[in-house]
């Protein structure tokens, strides 16, 4: 005990740094509880994107998976991914990829944040930093259906066509929705000369 502090001061202390554990203690549980949450709900929508039965379906489910994916579980962090989404939306690469190096600094293991910054890296024609990105998104998120068609965009601009392929159609195994089944996956098949699956 400190020499200046007298006993009912040290016992008022104690209580108030006994308070801040126990709120520090729920705050980690309500977090633990949240992330539960957000699997459990990303598991739901995955399984029923698999049973959808047609596409306008599949978009609503999409759609709901996107937007478990966008939320961060902070509401200053989500109101920066906005920001930062519409400097991408405007065409602002830069301050866009600025903004998401605060966010994936910030919320490391935020896939969303990652999978932002690679789209943006993307739109830069910085290819292999945005390869890079998609990895960390697929550690945190393997079933992120974007993230894996955006190693299929990357590996067709680099004119790796059998690896684009690959990607698209480890994508399509998750979303069997996607929408480049419909365009650029058959391109590739047939410039590749393979079998749809």
């Known amino acids: 005990m400190s020499a200046g502090l007298h006993p009912e001061g040290f016992i008022r202390l104690l209580a108030a740094v006994a308070l801040l554990a126990a709120w520090l203690v729920q705050a980690d549980a309500q977090t633990d509880g949240d992330a539960a949450a957000r699997a459990q709900r990303l598991d739901s929508l995955f399984a029923l994107l698999k049973t959808a039965k047609d596409q306008d379906e599949a978009d609503a489910i999409v759609g709901d998976i996107w937007k478990v994916w966008l939320r961060s579980g902070s509401a200053d962090l989500d109101a920066r991914m906005e920001h930062a989404t519409r400097l991408m939306a405007h065409g602002l690469l830069q301050p866009a990829l600025a903004a998401l190096d605060e966010i994936t600094a910030a919320a490391p293991k935020w896939a969303e944040a990652w999978n932002k910054r690679a789209t943006v890296l993307f739109l830069l024609s910085e290819y292999d930093r945005s390869l890079a990105d998609i990895e960390r998104v697929l550690a945190l998120e393997p079933r992120h259906f974007g993230a894996l068609a955006g190693i299929g965009m990357i590996r067709s601009e680099k004119g790796e066509l059998r690896e684009a392929l690959a990607a698209l159609r480890r994508a399509l195994a998750v979303n069997p ?5 419909l365009g650029l996956i058959p391109a590739l098949e047939k ?6 699956l």
């Open 177 to 181: 929705f996607l929408k480049e089944r």
């Open 191 to 196: 410039q590749l000369g393979e079998q749809p």
